[in-house]
């Protein structure tokens, strides 16, 4: 069956170190995976795209890798701040098909 | 401000009573989705509309119907909301296709069914 699994469990990390979160998939030939970033009782917000023939992203202080024999991404925010405190959500689009998947999410909390 | 709304964001209803959410984009985005959110289950995608007319559904359609007869509108409409239909909705909408483009969220709304 098809998965996307990302660590359901709290991330705690010190302000200032880098945050590294992963998002792996099972059963899927994606076109590309997105990340967005969700903050209690609000929506999703796009962050970043990496289509299936890239290896990395960078936007600021954010970076994703894309590893299509892994079938794994992983997605980091450099000198994290606790404004990054949030749910960072992982999704990808099959190559076949028009829908756009979630992971179930990872919490992250930067602590000062 | 370009943005995403629905209405209303926090509805209490009893079993069976029928209901609408409504959306709306700004944008003139062609594509629009419904999700919706539970505890360890994640966002998981109702039904969707690449244009005008033209809908299908997603994860977990049962008990919903949506319809897309402008293209700014996307309501979602339960006719018999059951207790397992509680949950945090959300509305989504983007260029086109899901292509590259990026997926505009509104604020949810949150159902509660009794």
């Known amino acids: 069956s098809q998965k996307i699994e990302q660590n359901s469990e709290a991330l705690n990390i010190q302000e200032g170190k880098t945050a590294t979160l992963t998002c792996n998939y099972t059963?899927?030939?994606?076109?590309?995976l997105q990340w967005y970033r969700q903050d209690p009782g609000r929506g999703p917000v796009f962050l970043l795209l990496?289509?299936?023939?890239?290896k990395e992203k960078r936007k600021e202080r954010l970076k994703v890798t894309f590893d299509t024999t892994l079938k794994q991404s992983l997605f980091h925010i450099t000198a994290s701040q606790p404004a990054d405190s949030a749910t960072y959500l992982c999704?990808?689009?099959?190559?076949?098909?028009?829908?756009?998947?979630f992971g179930g999410g990872t919490r992250l909390m930067v602590k000062p | 401000e370009a943005q995403v709304t629905q209405n209303p964001r926090y509805l209490i209803t009893v079993t069976g009573k029928k209901l609408t959410v409504t959306c709306s984009q700004n944008?003139?985005?062609?594509?629009m989705s419904w999700y919706r959110q539970d505890p360890g289950l994640g966002l998981r995608q109702i039904y969707y509309?690449?244009?005008?007319?033209?809908?299908d559904k997603g994860d977990v359609p049962e008990g919903y119907k949506v319809s897309r007869k402008e293209k700014r509108n996307f309501p979602l409409i339960l006719e018999s909301p059951s207790p397992n239909q509680t949950s945090l909705y959300f509305c989504?909408?983007?260029?086109?296709?899901?292509?590259?483009?990026?997926?505009?969220f509104g604020p949810g709304t949150r159902l509660t069914v009794l």
């Open positions: 989504a909408s983007s260029l086109q296709e899901l292509s590259t483009d990026t997926q505009y």
């Open positions: 059963n899927y030939s994606p076109a590309y």
């Open positions: 990496i289509r299936e023939n890239e």
């Open positions: 999704a990808l689009r099959n190559n076949a098909g028009n829908m756009l998947t």
């Open positions: 944008m003139n985005h062609e594509y």
């Open positions: 509309s690449m244009n005008v007319e033209v809908t």
